[in-house]
T-cell receptor, first 116, second 114 residues
Framework: DSGVTQTPKHLITATGQRVTLRCSPR?????VYWYQQSLDQGLQFLIQ???????AKGNILERFSAQQFPDLHSELNLSSLELGDSALYFC???????????????FGPGTRLTVL | DQQVKQNSPSLSVQEGRISILNCDYT??????FLWYKKYPAEGPTFLIS?????DKNEDGRFTVFLNKSAKHLSLHIVPSQPGDSAVYFC?????????????FGTGTRLKVLA
């Protein structure tokens, strides 16, 4: 158990809909990362938040947005869903780097999104 | 454009033998390389990392080798155990605007046969 929780575990919805994925980081971790893993693909970095502020953006579509709340949990909002958005969405947390090596990221179990 | 490539989707190895998982990258700005292991229905877990200024890092049964001139790294598992059966992801970190971005490969599924 990494200490990172994600809800829901599974989500089935229709094209055009909007969903919200939730992530609670490990206790004490200030940084949250979101990744997307489509079929036969590696993990694609979407976005990083640190202590409530956006720190880095990856290949995140404009239809997707995220935020990190004062209690440090994070939500990933996916709107106008398309069939191609079906994927595993992982959240990871870390204590953020101390200026040297990148901190270890601890991953949650993921949310499997199916868009029909 | 895939900056981190794992060209072998799967690998089978006999228990007790060596498992070698390979990874190639294209971006010379990567400063750390990491390996993650993933079991079904779980998130990836960190296994071992190596700085770009080193060529080897060892942790128990796991050793990562880095060949910067070839832009290639490999993970050696000796001896392989059935519990090592999982998907292994290679990742590279790129410093950017005061933080790091991780670029992951597509993974190699390792099966250790008893």
């Amino acid at each position: 158990d990494s200490g990172v929780t994600q809800t829901p575990k599974h989500l089935i919805t229709a094209t055009g809909q909007r969903v919200t994925l939730r992530c609670s980081p490990r206790s004490g971790d200030l940084s949250v990362y979101w990744y997307q893993q489509s079929l036969d693909q590696g993990l694609q970095f979407l976005i990083q938040y640190y202590n409530g502020e956006e720190r880095a953006k990856g290949n995140i579509l404009e239809r997707f947005s995220a935020q990190q709340f004062p209690d440090l949990h994070s939500e990933l909002n996916l709107s106008s869903l398309e069939l191609g958005d079906s994927a595993l969405y992982f959240c990871a947390s870390s204590n953020f780097f101390s200026g040297g090596a990148p901190d270890t990221q601890y991953f949650g179990p993921g949310t499997r999104l199916t868009v029909l | 454009d895939q900056q981190v490539k794992q060209n072998s989707p799967s690998l089978s190895v006999q228990e007790g033998r060596i498992s070698i998982l390979n990874c190639d990258y294209t971006n010379s700005m990567f400063d750390y390389f990491l390996w993650y292991k993933k079991y079904p229905a779980e998130g990836p877990t960190f296994l071992i990392s190596i700085s770009s200024i080193k060529d080897k890092n060892e942790d128990g049964r796991f050793t990562v080798f880095l060949n910067k001139s070839a832009k290639h790294l490999s993970l050696h598992i000796v001896p392989s155990q059935p519990g090592d059966s999982a998907v292994y992801f290679c990742a590279a970190s790129q410093p950017t605007s005061g933080t790091y971005k991780y670029i992951f490969g597509t993974g190699t599924r390792l099966k250790v046969l008893a």
